[in-house]
């Protein structure tokens, strides 16, 4: 069975620094896809990037970037210049593609300070 | 267009007693979810179905059933309620193939008392 690890419960960062959250994952499995997803205090769940493992290149969107890493089945997400609205949980979660559940990881919460 | 919609946002519920969450899609997705989200242990799968009339046990499914009669509805029922089944409940749903990702509904939170 598949796996995610976030072993960062909480962290903080400065409003404008850079901060990066930890994935890692367990599969046998050659194709698959990544995502991570913010929960605001609002309780909604909200796409923030998505990588395909067969791309080599690290998806990237705005402020948002990852460091995938398949050989060593790690993913981190990275924010840059990051502000106030970017505190929030932040989840990574794993899919393959039959069947495609989605496996969440336990969660980082992000406290950003001004 | 109002994506995937759960009722209700609230419940409270006595031990024993059984409630149906609702969950409609509106995008045409094949694939629906339901997921339970406790503090500390992230969103953990309940049920999943693939498409109409198929269903899949998820990681935690006892405790519950779940009902897949056409294509913009899951339905989550709870028969007789527990007090560890206090959680909040998601709903969502995706468009299979490609990379496209899991839209979630705004949550229930369900209190057993």
């Known amino acids: 069975a598949q796996t995610v690890t976030q072993s960062q419960p909480e962290m903080s960062v400065q409003e404008a620094e850079t901060v990066t959250l930890s994935c890692t994952y367990d599969?046998?499995?050659?194709?698959?896809?990544l995502f991570w997803y913010k929960q605001p205090p609002s309780r909604q769940m909200i796409l923030v990037i998505r990588?395909?493992?067969?791309?080599?290149q690290n998806a990237t969107e705005n402020r948002f970037s990852v460091n995938f890493q398949k050989a060593a089945k790690s993913f981190s997400l990275k924010i840059s210049d990051s502000q106030l609205g970017d505190t929030a949980m932040y989840f990574c979660?794993?899919?393959?593609?039959?069947?495609?559940?989605?496996?969440f990881g336990t969660g980082t919460r992000l406290q950003v300070f001004p | 267009n109002a994506g995937v919609t759960q009722t209700p946002k609230f419940q409270v519920l006595k031990t024993g007693q059984s409630m149906t969450l609702q969950c409609a899609q509106d995008m045409n997705h094949n694939s629906m979810y339901w997921y339970r989200q406790d503090p500390g242990m992230g969103l953990r799968l309940i049920y999943y179905s693939a498409s109409e009339g198929t269903t899949d046990k998820g990681e935690v499914p006892n405790g519950y059933n779940v009902s897949r009669l056409n294509k913009r509805e899951f339905s989550l029922r709870l028969e007789s309620a527990a007090p560890s089944q206090t959680s909040v409940y998601f709903c969502?749903?995706?468009?299979?193939?490609?990379?496209?990702?899991?839209?979630f509904g705004n949550g229930t939170r369900l209190t057993v008392t």
């Open positions: 599969t046998s499995e050659s194709n698959y896809y």
């Open positions: 979660a794993f899919m393959k593609q039959v069947p495609d559940k989605l496996i």
């Open positions: 969502a749903s995706r468009l299979q193939g490609v990379n496209s990702p899991l839209h």
């Open positions: 990588q395909e493992a067969y791309k080599q």
